[in-house]
């Protein structure tokens, strides 16, 4: 969908209608089946992803126009540590992460995803060309160069993001 490559929409989406809008997401753009935990219980975990049946992926998603902090990626911790290593861990603060919470997730290989992010992503999953700006990542530019795809942010933390990658499964 066109409103799905706009910043300002998952901005404005917040609580279940973001966890919904973000389960299409990566319906759409990874080879997973996403599932949508209930509202309460969850143990703050708002998505799981399964591949073949088996666990890959769990998900917290906070509807934030204000940084994420370090405290909420050590909660997310917690709450995804009785999973295997294996699994990946997202979680995505659509107002951005702080940066002791972006030291403690690369220390912790949390995965953090911002609105820009889920932009990318919904570009990705309308690409018709069948190459996409994250399949860069082989010819790309090296760490601390503008990303090809002109987003403005360096290609470590764009199209060259292991996160990225790892999600569109290449």
Same mark, same amino acid.
């Given at each position: 969908? $066109?409103?799905?490559?706009?910043?300002? !929409?998952?901005?404005?989406?917040?609580?279940?209608?973001?966890? &919904?809008?973000?389960?299409? =997401?990566?319906?759409?753009?990874?080879?997973?089946?996403?599932?949508?935990?209930?509202?309460?219980?969850?143990?703050? &975990?708002?998505?799981?992803? !399964?591949?073949?049946? *088996?666990?890959? &992926?769990?998900?917290?998603?906070?509807?934030?126009?204000?940084?994420?902090?370090?405290?909420?990626?050590?909660?997310?911790?917690?709450?995804?540590?009785? !999973?295997?290593?294996?699994?990946?861990?997202?979680?995505?603060?659509?107002?951005?992460? *702080?940066?002791?919470?972006? $030291?403690?997730?690369?220390?912790?290989?949390?995965? =953090?995803?911002?609105?820009?992010? =889920?932009?990318?992503?919904?570009?990705?999953?309308n690409?018709?060309?069948?190459?996409?700006?994250?399949?860069?990542?082989?010819?790309?530019?090296?760490?601390?160069?503008?990303?090809?795809?002109?987003s403005? =942010?360096? !290609?470590?933390?764009?199209c060259? *993001?292991?996160?990225?990658?790892?999600?569109?499964?290449?």
């Amino acid at each position: 969908e $066109r409103r799905r490559k706009e910043i300002s !929409y998952w901005e404005q989406l917040k609580g279940r209608d973001l966890e &919904l809008e973000v389960a299409k =997401l990566l319906r759409l753009t990874t080879r997973l089946d996403i599932e949508v935990t209930k509202s309460s219980g969850d143990e703050g &975990l708002d998505l799981l992803g !399964y591949r073949n049946g *088996s666990l890959a &992926l769990v998900c917290q998603v906070k509807g934030w126009a204000k940084l994420v902090g370090q405290p909420i990626v050590r909660e997310f911790l917690g709450s995804s540590q009785k !999973y295997s290593s294996e699994v990946q861990r997202i979680l995505i603060g659509t107002g951005g992460f *702080s940066d002791p919470a972006i $030291r403690f997730a690369n220390e912790h290989q949390i995965d =953090l995803l911002t609105a820009q992010d =889920l932009v990318r992503l919904a570009q990705d999953s309308n690409s018709n060309t069948g190459t996409t700006a994250f399949e860069t990542q082989t010819v790309g530019p090296k760490i601390g160069k503008p990303c090809p795809c002109k987003s403005g =942010l360096k !290609y470590e933390k764009c199209c060259g *993001s292991p996160m990225i990658r790892t999600l569109l499964g290449d």
